[in-house]
């Protein structure tokens, strides 16, 4: 990684081609294709930055990207609160609200309760002048980790109809799943959070057993 540099392509460089656009399982209004690339030549002059610091790029854009996932997931999480809650409040089950039943209080007083804290945090981490690589991994992972499972409640309150395209939860579910995997894996954030700790874990490490 430390040979990494970052470039430039074009779309209109001869040797370029986009193959194919995929279908996703989630997010399926941001497009992702299949690029090739045959014997593109790079000018020097489409060099990003310098030469062999691309990984150091790369990095300073991942933690200010993250965040913005985190915020995502954010969203994604309200909008399950809101079906939910809409949806109790207008089914019923025996001639009873599902509203009024206790387990469904307490389930969803637990996903509004995540949401709340996921926005919190991730407002933590975008008043940062400069974003550290440790909060916004962890901004990222935690968050869209919460909401993927706001959005699994979401589908055990609707039951069925969680299933129904209409009612907007499983495209949720979908979408949530996604902000799990880009900018870097959950496995990835939760690494690069240690590794943006080395410092402290080796303070801690000098210091005298009791």
Not at 50 to 78: D, F, H
Not at 107 to 119: E, F, H, K, V, Y
Not at 133 to 144: D, H, P, V
Not at 178 to 200: A, K, P, V
């Amino acid at each position: 990684m430390q040979s990494w540099s970052c470039f430039l392509v074009r779309s209109d460089m001869p040797g370029f081609e986009r193959v194919r656009s995929e279908l996703k399982m989630g997010m399926r209004a941001s497009a992702a294709a299949e690029l090739n690339f045959n014997q593109v030549f790079v000018p020097a002059s489409h060099l990003i930055g310098k030469e062999r610091q691309g990984w150091a790029l790369n990095r300073a854009t991942l933690n200010y990207s993250r965040i913005p996932v985190a915020a995502m997931a954010v969203g994604i999480a309200r909008s399950a609160c809101e079906i939910s809650a809409a949806f109790c409040s207008q089914h019923s089950l025996g001639g009873k609200r599902l509203l009024d039943f206790q387990h469904v209080q307490l389930t969803l007083a637990d996903m509004i309760a995540s949401t709340r804290a996921i926005r919190a945090m991730t407002w933590q981490a975008a008043s940062q002048w400069v974003p550290r690589q440790g909060m916004s991994a962890a901004s990222k992972f935690y968050c869209t980790d919460v909401a993927m499972d706001v959005c699994e409640k979401a589908m055990d309150l609707l039951a069925n109809q969680s299933l129904n395209q209409q009612q907007g939860v499983e495209k949720l579910f979908r979408d949530a799943r996604l902000t799990q995997i880009f900018e870097g894996t959950n496995q990835i954030n939760r690494l690069s959070l240690i590794e943006d700790m080395q410092e402290q874990f080796l303070t801690l490490a000098r210091q005298p057993k009791e």
